[in-house]
């Protein structure tokens, strides 16, 4: 199941096999999955497997649509279906209710697939003589960063659906790093961040802007399993005084008494994932993942510190290398220990900025000061109510991160492979 490594360029001439190589990669990661898996849908907020494999091609298939003179669209239904919000297009189904069809079937939607990747092809091939050629090379660059988006997204509904069930390749093993958390000092004072390169960014990273930071002091890795079991063990989960007010009462709602994906057995917690079942204490140097913001930030609390904030990230993040960092392409369907890949920490010592999981920050998700717009409907519309997360994970894509990449969820979810480290103002 390890993937090629797929180098994104912005040249038109790799462009069509970059096409080829990204759509491959999706079928890469469902070809495990019996038929039954394709159309199952586990939870309102993930998305059967077929449906992502359908969404991807829609996307494509407005492109053309779009350029191509006469094309005529392969299905009304198709387009109802597999549209996940852009209003533009029409009426959708709605998310929650996606797995509630077993039509279109994944042999048809596999056909669909095919279809628009030959037509795409063609499309690409002759874009250096179209009208609108270098428009067609642009959004089709788009169409794949967004298609490596959904790479990631099936990546955590499979695990949501069949988590040790799912033929993942075997877990690493992992020697003990004895590795030491401790936090780096970091001077404040004027800052630029945001994207201001050539390459493809999204929108929402743009422009570069200054911002004035106070000193600081941040984690030099991830908060592990271990030092989130000391908090569990020390009642975090029951001190109303270290929880939001919403957070608080959807703990007791939910029943929360631990990150997703932990379950407790004979008094001792334990971690299911890809790789099966093992204690939370046996792999007390990995990172924690499947945590809510609000989670993340009543341990940090806890901990006498704070989240950081996006741009205190970002500069912390200072050349980190993403080439020695575990992304999609290492193969490990799982987090590394804390102190791994030491020639990829940022220049401040961070380590792990980039990739193993996604880390939550305490910044709302807004626009940057001069934000314009660049695709309607794709990042703008969520500029309300969510938190930004950096860094990336193991199921995303190498090619696909930048460190003023910003992702964005709701506080309360966990089904993101998402953790955190603490920082402090000085």
């Given amino acids: 199941m390890v993937a090629r490594e797929i180098g994104i360029q912005s040249s038109a001439q790799s462009l069509l096999e970059q096409f080829r190589q990204v759509r491959a990669r999706t079928l890469q990661i469902v070809a495990p999955l019996e038929i039954e898996d394709y159309v199952v849908q586990t939870a309102p907020f993930m998305s059967p497997p077929r449906w992502h494999m359908g969404h991807t091609t829609w996307f494509f298939e407005m492109l053309l649509k779009q350029f191509v003179p006469g094309y005529e669209l392969y299905s009304e239904e198709y387009l109802y279906y597999f549209n996940s919000y852009y209003e533009r297009f029409g009426t959708r189904i709605e998310r929650d209710r996606r797995g509630t069809?077993?039509?279109?079937?994944?042999?048809?939607?596999?056909?669909?697939?095919?279809?628009?990747?030959?037509?795409?092809?063609?499309?690409?091939?002759?874009?250096?003589?179209?009208?609108?050629?270098?428009?067609?090379?642009?959004?089709?660059?788009?169409?794949?960063?967004?298609?490596m988006q959904h790479q990631e997204l099936l990546v955590y509904d499979i695990k949501h659906l069949l988590c040790d069930q799912y033929a993942a390749p075997p877990r690493p093993i992992f020697r003990p790093t004895g590795f030491k958390s401790a936090m780096v000092e970091i001077d404040g004072g004027i800052f630029e961040m945001g994207y201001a390169g050539d390459d493809f960014a999204y929108d929402?990273?743009?422009?570069?802007?200054?911002?004035?930071?106070?000193?600081?002091?941040?984690d030099d890795a991830p908060v592990t399993n271990g030092d989130y079991l000391a908090f569990i063990n020390d009642g975090g989960y029951q001190d109303h005084r270290l929880w939001f007010s919403d957070a608080w009462s959807l703990l007791h709602q939910e029943e929360w008494q631990a990150p997703m994906y932990w379950e407790l057995e004979g008094g001792q917690w334990l971690i299911r994932d890809f790789h099966g079942l093992s204690f939370a204490r046996d792999r007390a140097e990995e990172p924690v993942c499947h945590v809510s913001y609000y989670e993340a930030s009543a341990y940090a609390k806890w901990a006498g510190k704070r989240l950081p904030t996006e741009a205190e990230w970002e500069k912390a993040s200072a050349l980190a290398s993403p080439e020695e960092a575990n992304f999609y392409e290492n193969g490990l369907w799982g987090v590394s220990p804390v102190g791994s890949f030491p020639r990829g920490k940022s220049k401040y010592g961070c380590y792990q900025m980039l990739g193993d999981v996604w880390e939550w920050t305490m910044s709302d998700y807004a626009p940057y000061p001069g934000f314009k717009c660049e695709f309607d409907e794709y990042n703008d519309?969520?500029?309300?109510?969510?938190?930004?997360?950096?860094?990336?994970?193991y199921a995303t894509p190498r090619s696909h991160i930048r460190p003023t990449y910003r992702n964005f969820f709701y506080p309360q979810e966990r089904w993101v492979i998402a953790g955190f480290r603490c920082a402090k103002t000085l």
């Fill in 101 to 147: 069809r077993s039509r279109p079937t994944v042999r048809e939607t596999r056909a669909y697939r095919e279809q628009v990747d030959d037509a795409m092809m063609k499309l690409l091939m002759d874009a250096d003589d179209h009208s609108q050629g270098s428009e067609i090379n642009s959004l089709t660059r788009l169409g794949l960063e967004h298609e």
């Fill in 204 to 218: 929402n990273e743009k422009p570069r802007h200054s911002v004035y930071l106070q000193d600081y002091a941040v």
């Fill in 381 to 393: 519309k969520f500029f309300v109510g969510q938190r930004v997360l950096r860094g990336g994970s």
